[in-house]
């Protein structure tokens, strides 16, 4: 079915690209937050993405790959959002409108602040491709795919932000161990 | 539940956290745009890409269309004013003005090259604890941007990219289960302990293991492949560090070396064209290893 609307909306149906809209917009959405922690940024990163592939789509011959072609617009508009932004970005934080989904007992609050700040401190390409395999549980070739990257260069980005994300647990657990002992 | 479960658990719920639904606001900011957004149309004939030109290699070409205009300009002119006047004596001499024109890249000469490697001096103190040392550049792009390793690479002549690669790291060992990436991890004890490892992987190949050296080190290297990945063994986590080297099947045979410096065992990839791996070959040939008791001082 997306195959079809891929292939009427490369045509100039801008109906048909609402329904790809509606179909992947939300996951876009999600990915590019989560990579960017910040509503607006992320907004902005799908509106700039979707434009772009509404734009260029005429050139994509495969509509099979239009999944892959469409993250790859997405992740590669988070970089540019996360560039233009980085110099205030580390001093302002927005929160998320719809509020925490899971919660708050299920990830502490100790934790989630542990995460944030070291997450906070990985670089664009390494949170990309935290969100893709953790969050989207994409396979490590599909984001060497959209990422643009060897695969290598995938399992050693995960590798490096996965250690600086559990030292960062880690060393908040040792934390709050030696604030409040047993 | 073991530590990496709950830090998986734990990351996984962080990451769950935070919106799902694209907003209304910014779904009807990008329909109420497509009107007004006219779609790229190309000619049957017209060459292609799968994705955008980057603005980098862009200003590249536009540079490279500069530079090319600007040679042909002075050449011309230097033509012109042939009739009259004697043709200059080429001498080695510095002048004290730089050159007007730029010479590209491939036009430079191909000898005597002594610009110095980025890396010249440089001490990746999480890789390798030593530094070492390259003498030429020779056009190869370094990618440091990951602190466990080091990635060199040539240009692709239409600078779309690279299809080459030479990798550089320190390696400790491997994985008990090299098709786990949580398995434990394998110290090894010199070159030959990695090869026979190789060679217990069922997706591996490995080939032509011969002696080699790199600044006098000494090791094995040899060509290794992967088949393509089955259900027992989807992707390969080769070493203790990670990343460099994974499985993707039908990449033909690529040529490794590993050498031991100092206690350490160093390792070097090169993938490629055929073209590349000469090049690659020179440029490890050209790598320095710094001693314990010169690794404060300059370059010889």
Not at chain 1, 98 to 117: K, N
Not at chain 1, 159 to 181: G, K, M, Y
Not at chain 2, 1 to 13: I, K, V
Not at chain 2, 138 to 161: C, I, M, N
């Amino acid at each position: 079915m997306q195959a079809g609307l891929v292939e009427r909306a490369r045509d100039g149906d801008e109906l048909a690209f609402a329904a790809l809209v509606d179909l992947a917009g939300g996951r876009c959405y999600a990915i590019a937050y989560r990579i960017l922690r910040d509503v607006e940024r992320a907004q902005d990163a799908v509106q700039q993405a979707f434009l772009l592939a509404w734009r260029e789509l005429p050139k994509l011959r495969d509509p099979e790959r239009f999944d892959v072609w469409l993250h790859r617009l997405l992740v590669n508009a988070c970089y540019e959002e996360f560039r233009r932004y980085r110099r205030w970005s580390t001093r302002v934080r927005s929160l998320p409108v719809d509020g925490p989904a899971a919660p708050d007992d299920f990830v502490s609050i100790d934790d989630r602040d542990a995460l944030e700040r070291a997450f906070a401190r990985l670089s664009v390409e390494h949170r990309s491709v935290v969100v893709l395999h953790h969050h989207a549980g994409m396979p490590l070739a599909s984001i060497a795919e959209i990422t643009g990257v060897p695969v290598g260069t995938v399992k050693s980005r995960l590798f490096h932000a996965t250690r600086i994300l559990r030292d960062a647990l880690a060393s908040d657990a040792v934390e709050n161990a030696r604030v409040r002992p047993a | 539940m073991t530590a990496n479960d709950r830090f998986d658990t734990t990351l996984g719920a962080w990451l769950d956290e935070g919106p799902m639904d694209l907003p209304d606001v910014t779904r009807r900011a990008i329909l109420t745009s497509l009107p007004v957004t006219h779609q790229a149309r190309r000619g049957l004939l017209a060459p292609g890409r799968f994705f955008p030109m980057p603005t980098f290699y862009r200003a590249v070409a536009l540079v490279a269309i500069l530079v090319v205009a600007a040679g042909g300009a002075a050449l011309l002119i230097g033509r012109m004013g042939q009739s009259n006047v004697a043709a200059p004596v080429a001498t080695p001499t510095t002048s004290p003005t730089p050159a007007a024109t730029p010479l590209a890249p491939s036009a430079q000469p191909s000898v005597a090259v002594s610009t110095p490697s980025p890396l010249q001096g440089h001490t990746p103190t999480f890789v390798v604890p030593f530094s070492y040392r390259l003498p030429a550049g020779e056009g190869l792009v370094v990618d440091d941007s990951d602190p466990t390793w080091y990635q060199f690479r040539h240009p692709k002549a239409d600078g779309q990219g690279y299809d080459n690669t030479i990798v550089v790291r320190a390696v400790e060992g491997g994985r008990v289960d090299p098709c786990a990436e949580t398995s434990t991890t394998k110290p090894m004890a010199n070159p030959q302990a990695f090869f026979d490892y190789f060679a217990t992987i069922p997706t591996m190949r490995v080939g032509d293991v011969t002696p080699t050296t790199i600044d006098g080190n000494r090791g094995l290297s040899a060509t290794v492949e992967f088949t393509a990945a089955t259900a027992e063994c989807p992707d390969v986590w080769l070493w203790t560090e990670e990343g460099s080297i994974t499985q993707n099947g039908g990449r033909g045979p690529r040529p490794i070396s590993i050498v031991d410096v100092q206690g350490k065992h160093v390792m070097v990839l090169r993938n490629g064209p055929d073209s590349f791996l000469q090049k690659a070959d020179e440029f490890i040939a050209s790598i320095r290893f710094d001693r314990p008791s010169s690794s404060a001082s300059p370059a010889p």
